[in-house]
């Protein structure tokens, strides 16, 4: 939380201020008056018909746009055709499939007389029922306009579905709007009459918005809240002054518009939001802030709000204030908010993903990773996600990739950060492998991936060694196994700035190095490629990364030709024969396993021993597992089967991307399973199960089976051959170390 005892900035002058946050609606119309009831009685006018730009033009085609109905021969005997309807031979000689397409013909293709007697002759209003009939009533609303009113209506008030009213404006069409306005399945038709016919529309619907309290008065309230949206609040005075000055003060004083519709009552407000309690919300610029009666009609905003759907006053003021102060006000509420059985209150989450900074990411992050399964659950943890995703920074997007890789919900949370980064990613044209790799931070490091620490008369060099720990060297390039504590030769302000950035360093280093070698220790197995213009920005010219990726060997291959080589001290390239080797344009570069070095494994072992290099994970000193041949035919490894296994063991395996099974019969979980490939599960099945209440109560685990299968629950079902080499002998050692020690 901000320091709220540094000095106060002035408080800006409330004629700078909008009227929401000096005079809000909830003062000016305290909640609890009774509404204005007024009888008036809407006109009945001629109808009229009034299109919207290009709405005719659209509906002539309506038709046939969907290909529901194919246009008869312009050769056709229309006089023939219309006889055989007005004749009533169409009713007892046709079936419904034959009539209708030449009911469609005589509509839009016929000389317009014979449409207009076929649409006024009552006997063929059924045939307009079928739901491939609208687009036709379409067509012919846009063809012979009130002409094809009766058939239009009678449809709207026969079947369920209607349409083809849109242009036309009456009272009996306004009646059917309001009574449908907002209901399925018209409710995006009615409202899209309203918004097309703005102040005529609100002019008929001003009697009913006056009607004593129920239902309808309430729909047709919020369909002149919808036409204030979209035309203005004017256009509601304007439609009223048809009724008179009752009318028109009586609209004014409706909640019509957005701003107006608040609680009744208003939600309590804690006392722990107190403005005196919180941090001063500074206008942009930092130099006023907020009034304390100003701050309190805001919180009162935040408390309408939920986590996705914000009172509209709120996005009309936030950009008055300077973004740090805002979030530094929306984390102090969070640390205030009291609220039981929920995370946060609605408004406070609202609050935190609309205005939260990186600062605020950074604190909320490490709480959100302690969440256990239980509180995500009841207390609706998985919003929280949208905190990050919302601000979409690289630093908050880093929080996201870790919590779904760390948090100890596996359930919601890990899956939810998960599908936010897949979500963001392909926004961004990208995988979420290739969103990951671009961001790790680079730790304010130089160009040659160092930083100096400066103690004012002496400083001291920073290096990383193959793990991505930190390291210093004083000024004669000696490693040191610790940086120095500052002396009292040494700058009072510089030495200890440069102490504590160091301590910060290896703490922040220490998540992300384990993160990134892990990465690329999994895409070394799965074979993932990288373009050379990606390796060069994400491994080479990356001040943190390049330590590890120097220390590794690469593949690329181009044109059927595969050359291994490794990054060189000054970031050139270099193959086995340490001669200079430069990525062609359209290489694909991988990390290969030692199954994939074509037999290179010693040769590059001795460069790297040359050059003293230590890997940051077994590339070269892998160990390597080959399955028999009669495994390769098998879906099942029965070597594996039998073992007895500790269950923490099994436990485990959550953290090497492992799943454990759905809780059985008895609160027990039977299997768990790996995912290698997009469509291939490693299972394992075990006995008597884990507990979920009381793992403890049976320590050990039977292995029953080990299988390959499509499903994450199968027992086989697919033949181990079917794995690449390099996966297979990862899936043999990772099998190896679940079982090592065990008793068969």
């Given at each position: 939380?901000?320091?709220?005892?540094?000095?106060?900035?002035?408080?800006?002058?409330?004629?700078?201020?909008?009227?929401?946050?000096v005079?809000?609606?909830?003062?000016?119309?305290?909640?609890?008056?009774?509404?204005?009831?007024?009888?008036?009685?809407a006109?009945?006018?001629?109808?009229?018909?009034?299109?919207?730009?290009g709405q005719?033009?659209?509906?002539?085609?309506?038709?046939?746009?969907?290909?529901y109905?194919?246009?008869?021969?312009e050769?056709?005997?229309?006089?023939?055709?219309?006889?055989t309807f007005?004749?009533?031979?169409?009713?007892t000689?046709?079936?419904?499939?034959?009539?209708?397409?030449?009911?469609?013909?005589?509509?839009?293709?016929?000389?317009?007389?014979?449409?207009?007697?076929?649409?006024?002759?009552?006997?063929?209003?059924?045939?307009?029922?079928?739901?491939?009939m609208?687009?036709?009533?379409?067509g012919?609303?846009?063809?012979?306009?009130?002409?094809?009113?009766?058939?239009?209506?009678?449809?709207?008030?026969?079947?369920?579905?209607?349409g083809?009213l849109?242009?036309?404006?009456?009272?009996?069409?306004?009646q059917?709007?309001?009574?449908?306005?907002?209901?399925?399945?018209?409710g995006?038709?009615?409202?899209?009459?309203?918004?097309?016919?703005?102040t005529?529309?609100?002019?008929?619907?001003?009697?009913?918005?006056?009607?004593?309290?129920?239902?309808?008065?309430?729909?047709?309230?919020?369909?002149?809240?919808?036409?204030?949206?979209?035309?203005?609040?004017?256009?509601?005075?304007?439609?009223?002054?048809?009724?008179?000055?009752e009318?028109v003060?009586?609209?004014?004083?409706?909640?019509?518009?957005?701003?107006?519709?608040?609680?009744?009552?208003?939600?309590?407000?804690?006392?722990?939001?107190?403005?005196?309690?919180?941090?001063q919300?500074?206008?942009?610029?930092r130099?006023?802030?907020?009034?304390?009666?100003?701050?309190?009609?805001?919180?009162?905003?935040?408390?309408?709000?939920?986590?996705?759907?914000?009172?509209?006053?709120?996005?009309?003021?936030?950009?008055?204030?300077?973004?740090?102060?805002?979030?530094e006000?929306?984390?102090?509420?969070?640390?205030?908010d009291?609220?039981?059985?929920?995370?946060?209150?609605?408004?406070?989450?609202?609050?935190?993903?609309?205005?939260a900074?990186?600062?605020?990411?950074?604190?909320?992050?490490?709480?959100?990773a302690?969440?256990?399964?239980?509180?995500?659950?009841?207390?609706?943890?998985?919003t929280?996600?949208?905190?990050f995703?919302?601000?979409g920074?690289?630093?908050?997007?880093?929080?996201?990739?870790?919590l779904?890789?760390?948090?100890?919900?596996?359930?919601?949370?890990?899956?939810?950060?998960?599908?936010?980064?897949?979500?963001?990613?392909?926004?961004r044209?990208?995988?979420?492998?290739?969103?990951?790799?671009?961001?790790?931070?680079?730790?304010?490091?130089?160009?040659e991936g160092?930083?100096?620490?400066?103690y004012?008369?002496?400083?001291?060099r920073?290096?990383?060694?193959?793990?991505?720990?930190?390291?210093?060297?004083?000024?004669?390039?000696?490693?040191?196994?610790?940086l120095?504590?500052?002396?009292?030769?040494?700058?009072?302000?510089l030495?200890?700035?440069?102490?504590?950035?160091?301590?910060?360093?290896?703490?922040?280093?220490?998540?992300?190095?384990?993160?990134?070698?892990?990465?690329?220790?999994?895409?070394?197995?799965?074979?993932?490629?990288?373009?050379?213009?990606?390796?060069?920005?994400?491994?080479?010219?990356?001040?943190?990364?390049?330590?590890?990726?120097?220390?590794?060997?690469?593949?690329?291959?181009?044109?059927?030709?595969?050359?291994?080589?490794?990054?060189?001290?000054?970031?050139?390239?270099?193959?086995?024969?340490?001669?200079?080797?430069?990525?062609p344009?359209?290489?694909?570069?991988?990390?290969?396993?030692?199954?994939?070095?074509?037999g290179?494994v010693?040769?590059?072992?001795?460069?790297?021993?040359?050059y003293?290099?230590?890997?940051?994970?077994?590339?070269?000193?892998?160990?390597?597992?080959?399955?028999?041949?009669?495994?390769?035919?098998?879906?099942?490894?029965?070597?594996?089967?039998?073992?007895?296994?500790?269950?923490?063991?099994?436990?485990?395996?959550?953290?090497?991307g492992?799943?454990l099974?759905?809780?059985?019969?008895?609160?027990?979980?039977?299997?768990?399973?790996?995912?290698?490939?997009?469509?291939?599960?490693?299972?394992?099945?075990?006995?008597?199960?884990?507990?979920?209440?009381?793992?403890?109560?049976?320590?050990d685990?039977?292995?029953?089976?080990?299988a390959?299968?499509?499903?994450?629950?199968?027992?086989?079902?697919?033949?181990?051959g079917?794995?690449?080499?390099?996966l297979?002998?990862?899936?043999?050692?990772?099998?190896?170390?679940?079982?090592?020690?065990?008793t068969?």
């Amino acid at each position: 939380m901000s320091d709220i005892s540094a000095p106060l900035a002035p408080e800006a002058p409330e004629s700078s201020l909008p009227e929401l946050l000096v005079n809000p609606p909830w003062v000016r119309f305290p909640p609890g008056q009774e509404p204005p009831v007024i009888k008036l009685k809407a006109p009945k006018e001629p109808t009229a018909v009034a299109w919207a730009p290009g709405q005719r033009e659209r509906w002539l085609d309506a038709p046939y746009e969907k290909n529901y109905w194919e246009r008869l021969p312009e050769d056709t005997d229309w006089e023939k055709a219309a006889d055989t309807f007005s004749s009533g031979r169409a009713l007892t000689e046709l079936q419904p499939a034959e009539r209708r397409p030449l009911i469609v013909g005589l509509i839009m293709q016929a000389p317009l007389h014979l449409g207009e007697a076929l649409l006024a002759d009552e006997r063929y209003r059924a045939d307009f029922g079928d739901w491939r009939m609208i687009c036709v009533l379409m067509g012919a609303v846009a063809r012979h306009g009130l002409a094809a009113y009766p058939a239009a209506m009678h449809r709207a008030g026969n079947e369920r579905s209607f349409g083809g009213l849109d242009p036309f404006v009456d009272a009996d069409v306004a009646q059917l709007m309001i009574k449908n306005f907002g209901v399925y399945p018209n409710g995006d038709r009615t409202a899209d009459w309203f918004r097309q016919h703005g102040t005529a529309a609100a002019r008929l619907t001003v009697p009913d918005a006056l009607r004593k309290p129920g239902p309808k008065r309430q729909r047709a309230e919020e369909a002149l809240r919808l036409v204030a949206e979209t035309h203005g609040r004017d256009a509601l005075i304007k439609a009223a002054r048809f009724y008179g000055d009752e009318a028109v003060e009586a609209i004014a004083a409706l909640k019509v518009d957005p701003l107006d519709l608040y609680p009744e009552p208003l939600p309590e407000i804690p006392e722990a939001f107190d403005p005196a309690q919180l941090p001063q919300i500074l206008l942009r610029g930092r130099e006023q802030a907020l009034p304390a009666s100003a701050t309190r009609h805001l919180i009162t905003m935040l408390s309408f709000c939920k986590p996705y759907e914000p009172y509209p006053g709120v996005e009309t003021v936030v950009d008055l204030f300077d973004p740090d102060s805002l979030a530094e006000f929306a984390w102090a509420l969070y640390q205030a908010d009291t609220t039981p059985k929920i995370w946060a209150s609605r408004g406070v989450q609202y609050a935190l993903i609309r205005m939260a900074n990186d600062a605020v990411a950074d604190r909320l992050a490490p709480i959100v990773a302690r969440w256990p399964k239980w509180l995500v659950w009841e207390y609706g943890g998985s919003t929280a996600l949208s905190v990050f995703s919302r601000l979409g920074t690289d630093p908050a997007l880093r929080h996201l990739h870790r919590l779904s890789q760390k948090a100890q919900d596996q359930k919601r949370i890990r899956p939810g950060a998960q599908g936010a980064l897949e979500r963001i990613a392909k926004e961004r044209g990208l995988t979420p492998e290739q969103l990951a790799d671009r961001l790790v931070p680079d730790f304010g490091l130089d160009a040659e991936g160092g930083m100096t620490l400066d103690y004012g008369p002496r400083a001291f060099r920073v290096g990383f060694d193959e793990q991505l720990k930190p390291f210093v060297m004083d000024a004669d390039g000696k490693r040191r196994k610790t940086l120095p504590k500052p002396g009292v030769k040494d700058d009072d302000a510089l030495a200890p700035a440069a102490h504590r950035r160091f301590a910060d360093l290896k703490k922040e280093v220490r998540t992300v190095a384990s993160e990134q070698i892990k990465r690329l220790e999994a895409a070394m197995v799965a074979g993932r490629a990288w373009t050379p213009e990606e390796f060069r920005s994400i491994f080479v010219e990356h001040p943190l990364l390049w330590h590890i990726a120097r220390r590794l060997v690469w593949s690329a291959e181009a044109e059927g030709t595969v050359t291994h080589f490794r990054v060189a001290e000054d970031r050139t390239l270099a193959d086995v024969e340490d001669d200079a080797y430069t990525l062609p344009a359209d290489a694909r570069v991988t990390l290969p396993h030692p199954l994939r070095l074509d037999g290179a494994v010693d040769a590059w072992s001795r460069v790297l021993a040359d050059y003293e290099i230590l890997q940051p994970f077994p590339q070269l000193g892998r160990t390597i597992h080959t399955l028999t041949d009669q495994e390769r035919k098998e879906a099942r490894l029965t070597r594996f089967e039998g073992r007895t296994v500790h269950f923490g063991k099994i436990l485990n395996l959550t953290g090497r991307g492992w799943q454990l099974g759905d809780k059985e019969t008895g609160g027990f979980r039977r299997h768990a399973s790996l995912k290698l490939t997009e469509d291939r599960h490693l299972v394992i099945h075990i006995e008597p199960g884990i507990r979920v209440i009381g793992p403890e109560e049976f320590p050990d685990q039977e292995i029953r089976t080990v299988a390959l299968d499509t499903r994450s629950y199968g027992i086989g079902d697919a033949p181990f051959g079917d794995l690449d080499p390099a996966l297979a002998s990862e899936t043999i050692a990772e099998l190896t170390r679940l079982t090592e020690g065990s008793t068969t």
